[in-house]
DNA sequence: ACCGCTGTTCTCCG
DNA sequence: TCGGAGAACAGCGG
């Protein structure tokens, strides 16, 4: 899924499509969707949405009369607008606006979940409490990165995945933001320098800031979907040469996850 | 047809 | 306590 900047587009796509709009009904399957949350409490939202937040990955939605709900895309989730009485594949859930106009929370994979909960209570949720900042909401400055990271004998680019540390970045993202840094993914936090780590953290800004332009439209796209150019850097791009060097670029696994960097602009083993 | 890959998170095991 | 492996699921390409 949907990283930070993706959840980001989601949240605003919300924010417009529910402007001066109320829920009339709600539906949803019974899927994986709502784990073991409360699938009829969605069912019976109604109203106005007069909050919709984020923090990292999460979507943090309130409703009126303090209803809220907790959502995650996961892999494949994303909100969809629809003109009634259109169906929608792998639609799991779904609003009815009084403008004939349905929310589709679609999700092929099952990896999302949503959680209706009370909205007083969304920020208290244990999932969210145990996020390290958001970099878009909270800011983010070198110092801080350093503090968020520094800690950790893992490789940085699981450090930066860790959403204990800093919320929102996932494969594509942090590894977007180590070849902009000039980071190897496997290096250790503790061998950074200042500068990087200065860079390091203008990098997670900058691929943030670029997600988001990159994915400003109507409906997100993720890259594996047909048709869909690889708008990254690095992500996806083995075998294919460095835009800065012309180095062939390589890919590796790194904690379960395939990692690509450019072994000229990234070296292994930190120069001077 | 089968295998392996996919941007998430959680749980379990050593 | 930490880190890695596997699981949850569906589709797609080789």
Avoid at 69 to 88: C, D, I, N, Q, Y
Avoid at 220 to 244: D, H, K, M, Q, S
Wanted: hydrophobic share 35%; aromatic share 8%; net charge positive.
């Amino acid at each position: 899924m949907p990283e930070l900047p993706e959840v980001e587009i989601e949240r605003r796509n919300l924010e417009r499509w529910f402007r001066k709009r109320r829920i009339v009904s709600a539906e949803a399957e019974k899927t994986r969707t709502f784990r073991g949350a409360n699938r009829k409490a969605f069912e019976s939202l109604r109203g106005r949405l007069v909050d919709a937040s984020r923090k990292g990955k999460y979507l943090l939605l309130s409703f009126e009369g303090g209803r809220g709900l907790l959502a995650h895309l996961g892999m494949t989730g994303k909100f969809v607008r629809r003109s009634a009485p259109a169906s929608e594949p792998y639609s799991r859930a779904r609003f009815f606006l009084d403008n004939r106009q349905v929310i589709h929370f679609r999700d092929t994979r099952l990896f999302g979940r949503m959680e209706p909960v009370d909205a007083a209570q969304l920020w208290q949720l244990a999932p969210i409490r145990s996020l390290g900042r958001d970099p878009l909401t909270d800011g983010l400055t070198p110092a801080q990165l350093k503090e968020a990271l520094g800690g950790t004998r893992q490789p940085i680019k699981v450090a930066l995945m860790d959403q204990g540390r800093i919320a929102g970045l996932g494969n594509i993202h942090a590894a977007e933001a180590l070849y902009r840094a000039r980071i190897h993914p496997a290096r250790k936090p503790s061998s950074l320098r200042e500068a990087e780590w200065s860079k390091l953290c203008s990098a997670i800004l900058a691929t943030i800031q670029f997600g988001l332009e990159e994915q400003d439209s109507e409906e997100i796209e993720y890259v594996e979907e047909p048709g869909t150019e690889n708008p990254f850097l690095i992500y996806g791009r083995a075998g294919e040469r460095c835009r800065r060097c012309g180095t062939v670029i390589q890919s590796f696994v790194q904690a379960g996850r395939t990692t690509h960097f450019c072994p000229k602009c990234q070296p292994r083993r930190r120069v001077g």
